[in-house]
């Protein structure tokens, strides 16, 4: 019986270590938080941090195993890379696992490989902050401040000017494990929102394309992603930018196999900036959506693939319009119940809830504090504009 490493065992990654039980594979899991559910799952559980290479190293050692999966994760990323480099098992290349999990190296890449790149600098938590404001001056208004390892918008701060600085290095610091930190010039763009989404490659070729318009949410500062719409209402040549650039930068970082994660502005002249191409799944069940949109297993092939053997994507668009609606509440508190509007009910497909009556509620800064998800299908365009622009409406959480 052949084995599996999967790294991660939080909530949206249990379907991965069900899906390789159903496939037939052993199920090894890492995950460091001694209460995360996918040890009842697991077949066998060591409670290891999924970035401590040296602790997954032994076990995959130890277990003999045949692949390593870091489904939906990017912490685990490059440590499930190394390992399964050293053991000889399907792997891409870890120096490109890197620069992808990385944003200044990721940046550094883009400029000299001639991919449209915004002019950034970085610097380190605890920098001289007047020289940080004189670095800031030789960059154009708006800027943007984050983390140089984070992902889903965390830690990012949008500045009209200079005020405000402070704040947005301890707030970008607060979601830095490398305490590395990046300003960048904000893309403006004629296109209404942030394109996101996976791809999958197989032996080099993008084989799914899978790009989507993201949902922001319209409290704080509006840049966590709170859902995913599909067609993004991008137009054709917006679409075939987008993938003649993907595919030349999974060529560049010769990229082998795998879902990635994908991220991307269209500037004025539609010229495409990566924000981010992770190198994992996508979270808040992305994978799980455009399974549904093509009538594929997006999980299935990431086993698979990581197994070693090709994945079967067959890509044939089912009719319909899609979205997913992350649930979140603004403020703490207690969980008492889902409100859904009677105007959209027939249109929820599928509910994913987290949290049972009475639990705690934190106030929604990222995707860890989610609720749930909710995955609606439309008939028409109209229709899901119209669930678009009233998400708060039609949709809200109960607290005690």
């Given at each position: 019986?052949?084995?599996?490493?999967?790294?991660?065992?939080?909530?949206?990654?249990?379907?991965?270590?069900?899906?390789?039980?159903?496939?037939?594979?052993?199920?090894?899991?890492?995950?460091?938080?001694?209460?995360?559910?996918?040890?009842?799952?697991?077949?066998?559980?060591?409670?290891?941090?999924?970035?401590?290479?040296?602790?997954?190293?032994?076990?995959?050692?130890?277990?003999?195993?045949?692949?390593?999966?870091?489904?939906?994760?990017?912490?685990?990323?490059?440590?499930?890379?190394?390992?399964?480099?050293?053991l000889g098992l399907p792997s891409n290349p870890s120096a490109s696992v890197a620069v992808l999990g990385v944003?200044?190296?990721?940046?550094?890449?883009?400029?000299?490989?001639?991919?449209?790149?915004?002019?950034?600098?970085?610097?380190?938590?605890?920098?001289?902050?007047?020289?940080?404001?004189?670095?800031?001056?030789?960059?154009?208004?708006?800027?943007?401040?984050?983390?140089?390892?984070?992902?889903?918008?965390?830690?990012?701060?949008?500045?009209?000017?200079?005020?405000?600085?402070?704040?947005?290095?301890?707030?970008?610091?607060?979601?830095?494990?490398?305490?590395?930190?990046?300003?960048?010039?904000?893309?403006?763009?004629?296109?209404?929102?942030?394109?996101?989404g996976d791809i999958f490659v197989w032996d080099g070729q993008i084989i799914l394309y899978g790009e989507m318009?993201?949902?922001?949410?319209?409290?704080?500062?509006?840049?966590?992603?709170?859902?995913?719409?599909?067609?993004?209402?991008?137009?054709?040549?917006?679409?075939?930018?987008?993938?003649?650039?993907?595919?030349?930068?999974?060529?560049?970082?010769?990229?082998?196999?795998?879902?990635?994660?994908?991220?991307?502005?269209?500037?004025?002249?539609?010229?495409?900036?990566?924000?981010?191409?992770?190198?994992?799944?996508?979270?808040?069940?992305?994978?799980?959506?455009?399974?549904?949109?093509?009538?594929?297993?997006?999980?299935?092939?990431?086993?698979?693939?990581?197994?070693?053997?090709?994945?079967?994507?067959?890509?044939?668009?089912?009719?319909?319009?899609?979205?997913?609606?992350?649930?979140?509440?603004?403020?703490?508190?207690?969980?008492?119940?889902?409100?859904?509007?009677?105007?959209?009910?027939?249109?929820?497909?599928?509910?994913?809830?987290?949290?049972?009556?009475?639990?705690?509620?934190?106030?929604?800064?990222?995707?860890?504090?989610?609720?749930?998800?909710?995955?609606?299908?439309?008939?028409?365009?109209?229709?899901?504009?119209?669930?678009?622009?009233?998400?708060?409406?039609?949709?809200?959480?109960?607290?005690?």
């Amino acid at each position: 019986m052949k084995k599996i490493l999967l790294l991660g065992g939080s909530a949206q990654q249990v379907i991965a270590i069900k899906t390789a039980k159903r496939l037939g594979y052993y199920t090894v899991l890492c995950d460091y938080l001694p209460d995360n559910p996918g040890q009842y799952a697991a077949d066998k559980y060591y409670n290891v941090s999924t970035t401590d290479v040296e602790a997954v190293y032994k076990v995959a050692m130890d277990e003999k195993v045949d692949g390593i999966l870091a489904y939906a994760s990017d912490p685990a990323a490059l440590p499930a890379a190394i390992v399964a480099e050293r053991l000889g098992l399907p792997s891409n290349p870890s120096a490109s696992v890197a620069v992808l999990g990385v944003k200044h190296n990721f940046r550094k890449f883009l400029s000299e490989n001639a991919f449209a790149c915004p002019r950034n600098f970085t610097f380190n938590v605890g920098a001289d902050i007047e020289e940080v404001k004189e670095k800031i001056q030789e960059l154009d208004f708006p800027i943007v401040v984050k983390p140089t390892d984070s992902s889903g918008s965390k830690g990012v701060t949008v500045l009209k000017s200079a005020e405000g600085l402070n704040a947005a290095i301890a707030w970008a610091e607060s979601y830095s494990r490398n305490k590395i930190l990046i300003v960048e010039e904000f893309i403006e763009s004629n296109f209404p929102a942030v394109i996101g989404g996976d791809i999958f490659v197989w032996d080099g070729q993008i084989i799914l394309y899978g790009e989507m318009s993201c949902l922001r949410g319209n409290h704080g500062n509006g840049l966590v992603p709170i859902g995913e719409r599909y067609p993004g209402g991008m137009n054709e040549k917006q679409i075939n930018n987008i993938h003649t650039e993907l595919q030349r930068l999974i060529t560049a970082l010769d990229i082998r196999f795998g879902e990635l994660n994908i991220e991307i502005l269209l500037d004025k002249e539609d010229n495409v900036h990566f924000l981010e191409v992770g190198p994992r799944a996508g979270g808040n069940m992305i994978p799980i959506q455009l399974s549904d949109i093509f009538g594929i297993d997006l999980v299935e092939a990431n086993v698979l693939a990581a197994m070693g053997k090709k994945p079967s994507i067959n890509q044939q668009k089912k009719k319909g319009y899609f979205v997913t609606y992350v649930l979140h509440s603004y403020q703490n508190g207690k969980f008492d119940g889902v409100f859904i509007s009677d105007l959209i009910i027939d249109n929820v497909y599928r509910k994913e809830i987290y949290k049972e009556k009475g639990d705690l509620v934190e106030t929604f800064d990222g995707a860890g504090k989610a609720i749930g998800i909710l995955f609606l299908r439309f008939d028409t365009e109209m229709e899901l504009n119209l669930f678009c622009a009233n998400t708060e409406k039609l949709v809200s959480i109960s607290l005690m």
